[in-house]
């Protein structure tokens, strides 16, 4: 069964800093699909970043990077230099290719930048 | 901007009374899915679909809940009777799947949050 675990419920940083939320995944396929999303104070889910299975290269864009390690089911997200409209609530997606387009969410990480 | 559109917005009932939310999915998604978001549980899928067929409703009380989709531009989910523990936000998302695993963005909706007194 999949599951997603984000152990940080909150994390608070001073502007600028540099900050990595954690997201732990567990699954049986070969094939699957994860992702991050951002929820800021307005309440709208916002799509960050998709990654397959099968690529293992991190990726950057911008002040935002993601290292994907397969050895240990892991997609943390860094922020580099954070800055206060960064503060949200991350979530860590999950989608397996057998659960047939099930996407499951992990608890959140509850991200605080103060100025 | 194409768009996952959800009514209403904001919903305040009484314990007991019927609640319907509805969600227009955007055109061309075939993969419709409905979350439930508390401070408690975060985000928990309610139930999904894939060309309007029902794929998983098992995190719905199925004693009260029911979702459905009568076509394709509309899904519905509808509580009956509600309770007070029935309030959250709830979101409905809509993407493209080839049915072997969502492999691209979920769109999301803006919420409707459901106040039960």
Same mark, same amino acid.
């Given at each position: 069964a999949q599951k997603v675990t984000q152990a940080q419920t909150e994390i608070s940083v001073v502007e600028k800093e540099d900050v990595t939320l954690d997201c732990v995944y567990e699954t049986r396929d070969t094939t699957y699909y994860l992702f991050w999303y951002k929820q800021p104070p307005s309440g709208e889910l916002v799509f960050l970043i998709r990654r397959n299975s099968f690529d293992e290269q991190n990726e950057i864009s911008g002040r935002y990077s993601w290292n994907f390690q397969k050895s240990t089911s892991s997609f943390n997200f860094t922020i580099t230099?954070?800055?206060?409209?960064?503060?949200a609530v991350y979530f860590c997606a999950l989608s397996e290719?057998?659960?047939?387009?099930k996407v499951i969410f992990g608890p959140g990480t509850s991200l605080s930048v103060i100025p | 901007d194409a768009r996952v559109t959800q009514t209403p917005r904001d919903k305040v009932t009484e314990m007991g009374q019927e609640v319907t939310m509805r969600c227009q999915p955007i055109l061309g998604h075939n993969t419709v899915f409905w979350y439930r978001q508390t401070m408690m549980q975060g985000l928990e899928l309610l139930a999904y679909f894939r060309n309007r067929a029902p794929?998983? !409703?098992?995190?719905?009380?199925k004693d009260r809940f029911s979702a459905e989709m $009568? !076509?394709?531009t509309l899904a519905t989910l509808k509580i009956?009777?509600?309770? $007070?523990?029935?309030s959250a936000v709830y979101f409905c998302a809509s993407a493209i799947s080839p049915?072997?695993?969502?492999?691209g963005e979920l769109f999301f909706g803006e919420g409707s949050r459901l106040t039960v007194l």
């Open positions: 230099a954070s800055q206060v409209v960064d503060s290719k057998t659960s047939y387009d | 794929l998983d !409703d098992s995190g719905m009380p $009568p !076509d394709a009956q009777p509600s309770e $007070p523990r029935d049915g072997t695993g969502v492999t």
